[in-house]
T-cell receptor, first 115, second 112 residues
Framework: AQKVTQAQTEISVVEKEDVTLDCVYE???????LFWYKQPPSGELVFLIR??????QNEISGRYSWNFQKSTSSFNFTITASQVVDSAVYFC????????????FGTGTRLTIIP | DADVTQTPRNRITKTGKRIMLECSQT?????MYWYRQDPGLGLRLIYY???????NKGEISDGYSVSRQAQAKFSLSLESAIPNQTALYFC???????????FGPGTRLTVT
């Protein structure tokens, strides 16, 4: 069975600080996908990134970056120079690639950016 | 217009009542999903459907049923609502690859 662990329940940082959200996963599959979603206070789920298990390159998108390390089964998310608009709950999720593409979500990390 | 819509957005109902949550999508996707979100538990899968004739139970299907009326519509029913079904419910869709799910805005359900 697959599992996603987000050990940080809540994080608060002062605006402009960098912050890293941790995600550790478990799966028996060799092929799988990892995701990050953002849930702002308005409640909708916003897709941020998808990464497949064969691509371990780090990715950067503006102030966001993701570090995927298969050796430690981790897919961490860093926000650089945080802003108040980054305040949200962030979910990491996992899906197996073939035949069972259901998402398994972590329990989320609530990030608060203090102005 | 939003690609995935959910109605109602908010609903308060009483224990024992039957309630239906509806989801419609204009993305042309075959796959649709229902999740519930509870504080501290993340999202958990209730039911999913890979096409109109294919419906499957998810992690927490007890107390729920679904109907896939058409490719674009997937409804979730609570036959006899109970207070611990109070939650935020999300519908999602994905294409044949299943690897990116698009979520609706959510329905906040309160059972008193």
């Amino acid at each position: 069975a697959q599992k996603v662990t987000q050990a940080q329940t809540e994080i608060s940082v002062v605006e402009k600080e960098d912050v890293t959200l941790d995600c550790v996963y478990e799966t028996r599959d060799t092929t799988y996908y990892l995701f990050w979603y953002k849930q702002p206070p308005s409640g909708e789920l916003v897709f941020l990134i998808r990464r497949n298990s064969f691509d371990e390159q780090n990715e950067i998108s503006g102030r966001y970056s993701w570090n995927f390390q298969k050796s430690t089964s981790s897919f961490n998310f860093t926000i650089t120079a945080s802003q108040v608009v980054d305040s949200a709950v962030y979910f990491c999720a996992l899906s197996e690639a073939v035949g069972n593409e259901k998402l398994t979500f972590g329990t989320g990390t609530r990030l608060t950016i203090i102005p | 217009d939003a690609d995935v819509t959910q109605t109602p957005r908010n609903r308060i109902t009483k224990t024992g009542k039957r309630i239906m949550l509806e989801c419609s999508q204009t993305k042309g996707h075959d796959r649709m999903y229902w999740y519930r979100q509870d504080p501290g538990l993340g999202l958990r899968l209730i039911y999913y459907s890979f096409d109109v004739k294919d419906i499957n139970k998810g992690e927490i299907s007890d107390g729920y049923s679904v109907s896939r009326q058409a490719q674009a519509k997937f409804s979730l029913s609570l036959e006899s609502a109970i207070p611990n079904q109070t939650a935020l419910y999300f519908c999602a869709t994905s294409d044949w690859s299943g690897h990116e799910q698009y979520f609706g805005p959510g329905t906040r359900l309160t059972v008193t």
